[in-house]
Structures are given as structure tokens and as C-alpha cells.
T-cell receptor
């Protein structure tokens, strides 16, 4: 079946540090991959996505590359800011299962000044 | 563009009581999802609608949960009777359809506490 495994948190970084949040997936078909972010007190919102192998999604300085050979979609940012403090969810959707979304457990990031 | 609207934002009920949540998706979005997010876990799909038809309700506890999407727009999720383990955030999301890479837009959720 479909599933997403992501790095356990919480993660605490100093401002301007490098961020990596690992995400691997299992899928029966050829999924699309997403990173969603949930800021404190807000709903889930799309951060970036990729729909085919070797595609790179990017937004707000965050990047993730769809790696079919390692079934991974790791989230990276070169220099985090305090405003990046949030919970990050890796997710996939699969046309074979009606495009429902499968989420990881979420990784809480706190950036300290 | 208005986002996905959900109400209420918070609800506290006693076990064995009933509760209903309402969702208004983004205008024109054919697909509507209800997810349950238990504290510390990722969202888990309860039911998915395409227009007013059900695509997937395999993880909906049908002995106590029900959902409907009349006229293919608004949706209501009901729990009756509630159990302590139903305490969670209930998220509604919508998307344009079933295309590759189609993004889902989420509401702010309803936080349910069952005491």
C-alpha cells in the first residue's frame, strides 16, 4: 500500500542553520509528492510539490527533489529563519487510489534566534 | 479567493453525545476530503467525495461516523455516539479534481475534545 515515513522531531535549530527533514515513501503506483506546512494556529498549506522523478519543488527557499531510485523526497533549506518555525508534513497522492493524500507524522521545527 | 471554511473551530462534548462538523469547500472544487488528525500524528483520511459521490470511505468507522455532501458542495461529518478516542482535529480539504499533482487546500480544522 501507500505510506510516508518522515524524520521524527522535534528539531531545534539556530537561525541561519541548514535544515534537512528526511522523507521516504512507499507507493503502489507513481505518486506525486508534497510538503505541507502548518504554522502555529493555522491550517495545513502547501509548501512545494513534485510530480515526476528528478523534479525539484521549491518555494520560500525550501527545496525537495523527487528521487525514485531511493523513494525519497527530503526537504532542505540553506538558512532557516525564526519565521520557519512550524510543523512540516511530507505527503503523497496516487492516481491509483483516487488521489487521496497519505501523510507522514509531521516534524516540528523550532528556530531560535 | 476564499479558502475552505470549517465550523465550529472548537467543540467539547461528553462521551456518548453526538456532534456535527460543517465544511464549505473552495468554489468549483469537485473533490472534498475529511481527515482526522490525532495529536502527534499525521492526518488520516476518513472519507473522500467526488462531487456528491463517495470515492473512498474505507477508513470511516461507519458504526458511529457518517458524512454527506449534498448537491456536491457543502459537507457535514457527524459522530454519534462519540468516544474518548475520537478526540482529534477534523480537517476538511478540497481540490479541483483528480489530476496528477493536484493540490489539496485545507481548512483550519475543528478541534474536538471528548470528555
Amino acid at each position: 500500500g501507500n505510506s510516508v515515513t518522515q524524520m521524527e522531531g522535534p528539531v531545534t535549530l539556530s537561525e541561519e542553520a541548514f535544515l534537512t527533514i528526511n522523507c521516504t515513501y512507499t507507493a503502489t503506483g507513481y505518486p506525486s509528492l508534497f510538503w505541507y506546512v502548518q504554522y502555529p494556529g493555522e491550517g495545513l498549506q502547501l509548501l512545494l510539490k513534485a510530480t515526476k522523478a528528478d523534479d525539484k519543488g521549491s518555494n520560500k527557499g525550501f527545496e525537495a527533489t523527487y528521487r525514485k531510485e531511493t523513494t525519497s523526497f527530503h526537504l532542505e533549506k540553506g538558512s532557516v529563519q525564526v519565521s520557519d518555525s512550524a510543523v512540516y508534513f511530507c505527503a503523497l497522492s496516487d492516481l491509483n487510489t483516487g488521489n487521496q493524500f497519505y501523510f507522514g507524522t509531521g516534524t516540528s521545527l523550532t528556530v531560535i534566534p | 479567493e476564499a479558502g475552505v471554511a470549517q465550523s465550529p473551530r472548537y467543540k467539547i462534548i461528553e462521551k456518548r453525545q453526538s456532534v456535527a462538523f460543517w465544511c464549505n469547500p473552495i468554489s468549483g472544487h469537485a473533490t472534498l476530503y475529511w481527515y482526522q488528525q490525532i495529536l502527534g500524528q499525521g492526518p488520516k483520511l476518513l472519507i473522500q467525495f467526488q462531487n456528491n459521490g463517495v470515492v473512498d470511505d474505507s477508513q470511516l468507522p461507519k458504526d458511529r461516523f457518517s458524512a454527506e455532501r449534498l448537491k456536491g458542495v457543502d459537507s457535514t461529518l457527524k459522530i454519534q455516539p462519540a468516544k474518548l478516542e475520537d478526540s482529534a482535529v477534523y480537517l476538511c480539504a478540497s481540490s479541483l479534481g483528480l489530476g496528477l499533482g493536484t493540490e489539496a487546500f485545507f481548512g483550519q480544522g475543528t478541534r474536538l475534545t471528548v470528555v
